[in-house]
């Protein structure tokens, strides 16, 4: 079965743990759609992502626009090379805020 989990590390960060992408997106997008609107920004770190595809990109995208809109700001930190690389191929690599470690 495939599965992940979004779940708080502390200090504004969140970790995204397991597969990222086609088979978790909706799931992972629900999770995620609860934590905008509460006025805190984020950092959501994909250190615990196993494998992950244009959908894992797709959703950091939808989550991008929804912490715009509810005027919040949201980073990504550790985002796997293989996703970073189909950010590069889309043209997309230069939207993503990353953070710093």
Known sequence: MN????????????????????ATA??????????????QDLTIDLSGVTSSDSAGLALMLEW???????????????????????ARVSNLADLLPLAKN
């Open 26 to 39: 909706s799931s992972l997008l629900t999770q995620g759609a609860k934590l905008v609107n509460q006025g």
């Open 3 to 22: 599965q992940a989990t979004l779940s708080r590390s502390g200090d504004g960060r969140l970790t995204i743990s397991g597969e990222f992408g086609f």
């Open 64 to 86: 991008m626009d929804q912490f715009r809109a509810a005027g919040q700001q949201l980073h990504f930190l550790n985002v796997p090379e293989s996703l970073l690389e189909i």
